[in-house]
């Protein structure tokens, strides 16, 4: 299993037991990975599998293929990010398995049987598979779910047709990448530098709305997706009293007019005053949302989901929990002597308050000398606050027996001694 381990100082990528690479707080690889340009990897691609496989006629032309047929595109990749020395071979393979369901499509072959379809694939993608490698068969089955006979649309099977390409993945991450470090944390970036990164942050959402599907972190505001929904689903009731639906139309006028100078504001080139205005404008708007933190969100489907992640924040921030002395359940505490929780109970009270009274007179019941100290101070508090005695007696006497007190704890003063002096204390 690979997996990556986040902390403050970076994080470490971990593949089943060794560490392969680190990542720290300078973001080396990330910042390298953003300037490549990767955008020669389809067209690299099509040449490869073009070598052995007929683009009209699907047929295989018996080619053999060699290390260097691939050559340039793992270089490519390899000098992409440390995280493809490990990967670069799946990263290829499925790439391939892209474009040939995409040449598929194309062509209208979506009833091909698994013979067909497995023997083609491996036809060009024998260098990256591993001996007994189960993936045709998963491509495959991909590809049955894609076109069964209940499934495909017209619409579907022509959107398809107009959008596959070969490393989908890649390029749509590598895009997503550059533009979240544009628009979010960039200083530099033109007409945002005034902006908190929450609101950056929602400016990004609004404006590339789809985004939003596929990472997790997002800004705690009203989502871009709402202006979707309601545009599309809103009737002409609807829009009379669906508050939303004021809501989408506001959002569409902001963020439709940036749309066509997108390009020019992440190139730096010289705005025109359309695309100017139409930036100025979604600005202004962003300015005027509420700052509010940036969260994660996850999708719950069991109770485990939601948390696990919450015991995994509260190792992560050292959280210090102990079980409360009267209810035995779990609370976080700052001071390390706290021994009671915070829960209010169904009579009001709180385990802090109770609990601290009932200890209290546990502690007297087991203890003679605290009993007999607090009987006295008790009688000379009432009659300090009754005027039997002047208020500045009864302090200058309570501070008397703390230390005669102490002296007991401490072994040098008997309880005897100790009850004789109270007993027989007299106020001058």
């Known amino acids: 299993m690979k997996y990556a381990v986040f ?74 990010h440390p995280y493809y020395v490990e990967n670069v071979q799946e990263v290829i393979k499925r790439a391939l398995g892209e474009m040939f369901i995409s040449r598929l499509e194309i062509a209208g072959k979506t009833r091909e049987n698994k013979t067909w379809f497995i023997n083609r694939f491996t036809g060009i993608a024998s260098l990256y598979l591993n001996c007994g490698d189960e993936y045709p068969l998963q491509l495959h089955e991909e590809y049955r779910h894609k076109f ?27 895009e997503l990448i550059n533009r979240l470090l544009y628009w979010v944390l960039d200083t530099s970036a ?3 530098s005034n ?26 505001f009203t989502p871009a997706q709402y202006y979707h929904l309601d545009r599309e689903y809103c009737d002409d009731k609807d829009e009379e009293t669906n508050p939303m639906y004021e809501h989408a139309n506001k959002m569409h006028d902001i963020f439709i007019p940036i749309h066509p100078y997108l390009e ?3 190139s730096g080139g010289d705005l025109t005053p359309e ?6 404008k979604a600005i202004l708007h962003a300015q005027s949302v509420r700052d509010k933190p940036i969260y994660e969100k ?7 989901h939601l948390l696990i992640p919450e015991v995994l924040q509260m190792i992560r921030n050292e959280t210090k929990i102990k079980k409360c002395t009267r209810c035995n359940r779990y609370f976080v505490y700052s001071n390390k002597n706290s021994k009671f929780c915070e829960r209010v109970w169904e009579d009001g009270n709180r385990c802090k308050d109770v609990g601290s009274s009932e200890s209290f007179q546990d502690k007297l019941k087991s203890d003679p000398v605290l009993r007999c100290y607090r009987n006295v101070a008790r009688r000379f508090r009432r009659w ?15 501070a008397i027996a703390n230390k005669e007190l102490e002296l007991v704890r401490s072994g040098k003063l008997s309880f005897k001694e100790f009850k004789d002096w109270l007993d027989k204390y007299k106020f001058e």
């Open 7 to 80: 902390t403050e100082d970076g994080y470490d990528y971990i593949d089943s037991s060794y560490k392969v690479f680190s990542g720290g707080k300078e973001h080396t690889y990330l910042f390298d990975y953003a300037s490549k340009d990767i955008s020669a990897l389809p067209d690299l691609l099509d040449a490869f599998v073009n070598k052995n496989l007929g683009k009209k006629t699907f047929d295989l032309k018996g080619y053999k293929y060699a290390k260097e047929d691939g050559a340039q595109i793992e270089e490519i990749l390899l000098g992409l």
């Open 148 to 174: 069964r006979a209940d499934h495909p649309n017209d619409w579907e099977v022509l959107y398809f047709r107009s959008c596959s390409r070969a490393f989908n993945s890649e390029l749509y991450e590598h």
């Open 190 to 192: 033109p007409y945002l």
């Open 195 to 220: 902006l908190t990164i929450a609101q950056r942050m929602w400016l990004f959402g609004n404006i590339y709305p789809g985004y939003s599907y596929d990472f997790n972190i997002e800004a705690n």
């Open 264 to 266: 020019l504001y992440e």
């Open 275 to 280: 695309a100017e205005a139409a930036l100025n």
């Open 298 to 304: 996850h999708e719950i489907k069991k109770i485990g």
């Open 384 to 398: 300090s606050n009754s005027g039997k005695i002047d208020p500045a007696q009864y302090e200058n006497w309570y």
